[in-house]
């Protein structure tokens, strides 16, 4: 069951009913010249229906809400009766009462005109003769035409997200829908008010920001910002919350549209294989985003990650990448892996997103870690999070295999976090394979020469000093379908060990000296040089932080 609070404005009949104001501008009233004597600031009250009196006793058949039409043929006529008149009308809560004034009443009683200024009540008065039918018929066409609008859209949202249950849409589509139906920001969190998935924020770079506080705040009715909120439940149990954030009424209702959202969402969850799908989706999202650049603003993707449970204000950010050196043709649950390292980097204190990355070739998990500037990240932990990893890895059938944990440079900030992702993932490209058990750490700061390459990745005059130096191989590869980058990469990691880089190229020492050979001509360049070689390196490394 969905439950949702009754309580918000916003769970009101979605009909906008006609105001006073709106039906006096209908033609057949306008031609009737009306006049207001009473009741300017009430002019806005919605009018429900349309009745025409004429008896004093009418008030007692009222159930709120009319706008009377009379010619005042039975009121009464000395100043007591119509003033108790006015209070009997105001007390059965009219939304006003129009008077057509003829030879038999050329003018509003007195009495009843002080009565209704009194109670604050729309008293309006027809100087021409009118059709009180064609008034009635117009606003009531109006009241039901909004009524079968309003259906019709009722119609239209629930089979929208029954389509989607039905289709097995994700978390993160099904709130996208959501928030295009309501025109404003929809976001689905857990029960700690962490996000799990946003959209229509874009451009709104408020709607994150200070998530968790201001979303307590309005789960205790005391945030202000008149959020609409629905649980999201199935079976007995709450999984989290759906939120609409203030935006424009919809014609089948702004909370109906959240309630079939929810329902949506609710029967996804139990599709799901387990209860970490949401969490592990929007992790995936977040450090898609991030390693895909798809953001406009930084502090846009900060509130991002706050809003997902990652602290950025204040805290020193560091990238990690896990690689699992398996047997070839064994495959691996990536979301046990993941699931293992979120695990143990919470046991070891460690604030941290995990997902699998956007290159699902690389077969790497990637961490944006989050940690106290005052408390880095040590190996020890390092190791727990790949020990986590194996023992995952190991439930399947004849698994096995080492795994590497490369840890990147700590940094501030968001273009910190996505070099210090880089680094990472560079120290794991070049990580030994052949390692058969047990968990290795690596650490940027252990290769200078790799971390001024990130720093700089992303300057003009790095990636033309990569151009200018790698050229002559690049085009020889494409041409030839060749390896000389990857046999010059070799080289460059083990400086002064032919024997080393020979195994590492995969090729015999007789054709790595070949090749070696024809790379020193082809850029008429000496590796031996110790300058040469740097530079060479450095443009390597700079082409692989491009991806």
């Not at 003769?129 to 066409?141: G, K, M, P, Q, Y």
């Amino acid at each position: 069951m969905i439950a949702v609070d009754t309580d918000r404005p916003e769970s009101v009949s979605p009909v906008v009913l006609p105001s006073i104001r709106e039906v006096l501008r209908f033609d057949e009233v306008a031609a009737a010249l009306p006049e207001v004597l009473s009741g300017d600031d009430a002019l806005d009250r919605p009018v429900r229906w349309v009745h025409v009196s004429e008896t004093a006793s009418s008030a007692r058949l009222l159930s709120g809400g009319e706008l009377l039409l009379s010619t005042g043929a039975g009121w009464p006529t000395d100043d007591a009766g119509l003033r108790g008149l006015a209070e009997q009308l105001a007390g059965g809560g009219i939304a006003g009462l129009v008077l057509e004034l003829s030879e038999r009443m050329p003018a509003a009683p007195a009495a009843l005109v002080t009565g209704f200024r009194a109670a604050g009540l729309p008293f309006v008065v027809l100087h021409r003769e009118v059709r009180f039918i064609a008034i009635t018929e117009a606003v009531h066409s109006r009241i039901i035409a909004d009524q079968m609008g309003a259906l019709r859209a009722r119609d239209e949202i629930h089979a929208l997200f029954t389509e989607l249950s039905l289709r097995g849409s994700p978390a993160d589509f099904i709130v996208a829908q959501a928030a295009r139906a309501l025109d404003a920001p929809v976001v689905l969190e857990d029960l700690n008010h962490r996000v799990i998935a946003a959209s229509g924020i874009d451009g709104d770079e408020q709607a994150l920001r200070d998530w968790e506080q201001r979303s307590r705040q309005e789960h205790r009715g005391t945030g202000g910002e008149r959020w609409l909120i629905t649980p999201i439940e199935a079976r007995g149990m709450r999984w989290g919350h759906l939120v609409a954030l203030p935006g424009r009424a919809h014609p089948a209702g702004r909370s109906n549209v959240l309630e079939q959202a929810a329902v949506a969402l609710a029967l996804s969850r139990l599709a799901d294989r387990d209860a970490d799908e949401w969490t592990r989706q929007s992790h995936d999202r977040l450090l898609g985003a991030l390693l895909g650049r798809r953001f406009a603003t930084e502090s846009g993707l900060v509130a991002r990650f706050e809003a997902s449970g990652l602290p950025v204000a204040g805290r020193v950010l560091s990238g990690v990448a896990i690689g699992l050196h398996a047997p070839a043709g064994q495959a691996s649950d990536v979301a046990a892996l993941v699931a293992g390292a979120s695990a143990e980097a919470r046991a070891q204190g460690l604030d941290a997103l995990v997902s699998q990355h956007p290159d699902r070739a690389s077969g790497m998990l990637v961490l944006a870690i989050s940690s106290r500037p005052e408390r880095s990240v040590t190996d020890a932990a390092l190791v727990a999070i790949g020990g986590a990893v194996a023992r995952a890895a190991a439930a399947a059938p004849g698994a096995g295999g080492a795994v590497t944990v490369a840890l990147g440079s700590e940094a501030p900030g968001i273009p910190g976090l996505l070099a210090s992702v880089a680094e990472a993932g560079q120290l794991l490209a070049r990580a030994d394979p052949r390692r058969s058990q047990g968990v290795t750490v690596l650490r940027a700061e252990h290769r200078p020469l790799l971390r001024l390459v990130t720093t700089l990745g992303a300057d003009p005059r790095m990636q033309e000093h990569s151009e200018l130096m790698l050229r002559p191989l690049i085009d020889y590869d494409l041409a030839n379908g060749g390896d000389l980058l990857e046999v010059l990469r070799a080289y460059a990691s083990h400086p002064g060990n032919r024997t080393k880089a020979a195994a590492a190229s995969h090729l015999s020492r007789s054709v790595f000296y070949q090749r070696i050979a024809l790379i020193e001509e082809l850029l008429g360049m000496d590796l031996d040089d110790g300058e040469t070689l740097s530079a060479l390196h450095a443009a390597l490394l700079a082409r692989s932080a491009r991806g």
